[in-house]
């Protein structure tokens, strides 16, 4: 079941030229529901505006860290996270050579269909429980 917008202008951020990357962004943000219904511990997850962009957040339970949505300069369209987070660390560290990266702040997608619900769903569930789990242990 496809949730509703939480507001027409959260679903014109979703309006972009490009088909694939409307696709994809939808295909994510199916995702980042799906992945929370599974979450109970990061409660209730919100979407708003942020930037500009459609942004999931955890305002009752305050376990996550920002997720947004969005179209990058050097791809179709990507699944942001806060830069200064290990999230993206602790993918690479999970999924080694699997995801093109923009830095420790987005992994990168041309196309919808490489948008897997395992890997990309275990990086959402970090993400909504951020402020509540431990770090991996990650080698400098």
Request: proline letters at 9%.
């Amino acid at each position: 079941m496809k949730p509703a917008f939480a507001s027409p202008e959260i679903e014109a951020a979703f309006a972009v030229s490009d088909p694939l990357a409307r696709e994809g962004l939808l295909r994510l943000r199916q995702l980042i529901f799906e992945t929370a219904a599974e979450t109970p511990e990061a409660g209730r997850v919100e979407e708003v505006l942020r930037w500009g962009q459609p942004s999931y957040v955890t305002p009752e339970t305050g376990t996550g860290s920002t997720l947004r949505l969005g179209v990058p300069k050097g791809a179709r369209f990507a699944l942001f996270v806060h830069c200064q987070s290990r999230l993206i660390p602790e993918f690479a560290l999970a999924f080694p050579a699997w995801d093109r990266f923009e830095g420790t702040r987005a992994v990168l997608f041309n196309d919808p269909e490489d948008v897997e619900p395992l890997r990309h769903g275990w990086l959402i569930k970090r993400a909504l429980t951020y402020k509540i789990r431990a770090p991996l242990d990650i080698p400098a």
